[in-house]
């Protein structure tokens, strides 16, 4: 199975630990999407723009950790969208956004560059 990540779990990142056992499979851009910024870590919600990703190739027990890491409370919710390496699971923000930036670049990496809320 597969999984795209766009911020704390991409390589060099502060959660990238949880990646160790993933494939990098390659960098994609995902669109029709908006990413904000949380504070220590981003959130996803379907919008304008488009998303830098990377996305990676994980075995079940890495799908089971992330879970635990990214939907208790109802914080993500997993959605499967299609990617050039193949489907892959996608965890997008679930809480209202309102009052956060949106981080216009689109890449985590870059989010102290110009950005709206």
Not at 102 to 109: M, Q
Request: glycine share 12%; with cysteine; proline share 2%.
């Amino acid at each position: 199975m597969r999984i795209i990540v766009y911020g704390s779990l991409r390589r060099k990142q502060g959660n990238s630990h949880w990646m160790t056992n993933a494939q990098w499979l390659g960098d994609h851009q995902i669109e029709g999407f908006s990413l904000y910024n949380l504070g220590h870590y981003p959130g996803v919600i379907a919008g304008e723009g488009a998303v830098y990703c990377e996305v990676y190739r994980i075995d079940a027990s890495t799908l089971a950790e992330l879970d635990a890491l990214r939907t208790k409370g109802g914080e993500y919710k997993r959605q499967l969208i299609q990617t050039p390496y193949g489907s892959a699971w996608l965890y997008v923000y679930q809480r209202s956004v309102a009052g956060r930036q949106r981080i216009l670049s689109g890449d985590w990496l870059r989010r102290d560059e110009a950005s709206e809320v």
